[in-house]
């Protein structure tokens, strides 16, 4: 058996992980792994940035409306309240750690999202999340406390049920760290510590057409959703308005602040239609947007709408969105300052996931879970442009405090763990018939659980993935663990998540909208939909 022992393992390496690895090593050891090489993450696709308050001009107020309005009644208004008001402390700490933000003037340069009132996007030119990504892991390779594990993926986190102990519903449960894949060499490690930090990102690849990078597999929700933990807001899946036509996968993404420096959504035909669905126009927050374009191309049967920057200087759209300018030239042949842009939504951010307190802690003891991964209750329905990144730093801080807190008072006792158990088969030519699952899952998700859904839809789809998750559950239980096969359990488990969270909620809310109850309902729905194993 291969143990590996450290204070603090930091699962996934995004804006989550890698600011809450950098704070904690200042208080002792502390382990990193991370599916991929260590730059492969959500925040590294990330363009438009991270909204603060940071003109005269803007207020907390004004950010806190913003974000409660886009959450159509289900943030909680605690968790928005600490994001708006920390976020300007925990924005200067990534201008100190070396994060080159654009300028203007010798100011930040300030950009404007769908759903917000004021430009309060702090950016680095169009790839923000790669930015930050580069300076948070020079910082991360020159502390000595850190170790990253590249290619070492979770296959689940380590607690009772390891001990032989049955869970159950009203049993504590703790964690002691994780199983871990070593993928190069096809070994699973015992990576055991005091205190475990989910980290690990999206979904989107439950989808057919997402943004999201392959390994935005739901790893951490499945395995939290496994070791007990509450799970919340499952069916909010934000669908970006704007990727490319046909960019292949991960869908190329058009970003948002586009349409905040002007540009204009149209029909094939050069039709602008927003205004008919909400009064802010190309503006308006993205459940609205990417509804509206999914009404227009059904009802004229169109492969796609267009993203109009013609209108707009061909040197300032060269100068603000210089990737996107490169990349749709270079790879796809296509002028954005004098060609309007195919664009069609996909799945981009899961608002629910792992339910935490404020500090970022979960319903299991010494876990906690933060960014992309976690529900802190910021989003509710529908996620604000660019509060991502911002609620991925905010909550990291809170979980790192509060963390050193319990390491420092009551650090937790890590008992005897039994090494991974690998006894099994593994069959290639059933694995190839296995394999196939993850594409059929991709298509019912998109068919029947995507912008706009119905019981039918939903009914019919959870009949399907019941009987494919059984069918992955049996042979993994009965094989060797691989890589294909660990995500694919995972794709599984959130993909039911989603459809059991969805088929709960009786009403149209933000990212959720049921042809069957197409009214918002506050009298028996301003609640969140939690679920947990053993409901």
Known sequence: MIEIRSDVLVIGSGIAGLSFALKAAEMGTVSLITKKQKAESNTNYAQGGIAAVSSPDDSFDLHIHDTLSAGVGLCHRDAVEILVKEGPNRLKELVHIGVDFTTNKGKLDLGREGGHSRHRIVHSHDRSGSEIERALLHAIAAHPNITVYENHLAIDLVTEHHLGEKLAKDTPVHCWGAYALDVESNIVKTVLTSITVLCSGGLGQAYLHTTNPSIATGDGVAMAFRAGARIGNMEFIQFHPTTLYNSGSPAFLISEAIRGFGGILKTKNGEEFMNRYDERGSLAPRDIVARAIDTELKRKGDEYVLLDLRHLQTDDVKSHFPHIYETCLTKYKLDITNEPIPVVPAAHYSCGGVLTDLNGRT??????????????????????????????????????????????????????????????????????????????IQEIMWDYVGIVRSDLRLERAQRRLKFIRNEIENFYKRTKVVEGLIELRNLSTVADLIVRCALMRKESRGLHYTTDYPERNDREWLKDTVVTMWE
Request: glycine share 6%; net charge negative.
């Open 363 to 440: 319903s299991i003891q010494n876990l906690y879970a933060c960014g992309e991964v976690a529900m802190t209750g910021v989003h509710g329905a529908n996620r604000l442009a660019s509060n991502s990144l911002l609620e991925a730093v905010v909550f990291s801080d809170r979980a790192f405090r509060d963390a050193q807190h319990v390491l420092e008072t009551q650090r937790p006792r890590v008992p005897d763990i039994p090494a991974w158990d690998d006894s099994g088969t593994f069959d290639a030519e059933e694995w190839v018939l296995i394999s196939h699952d993850c594409r059929e």
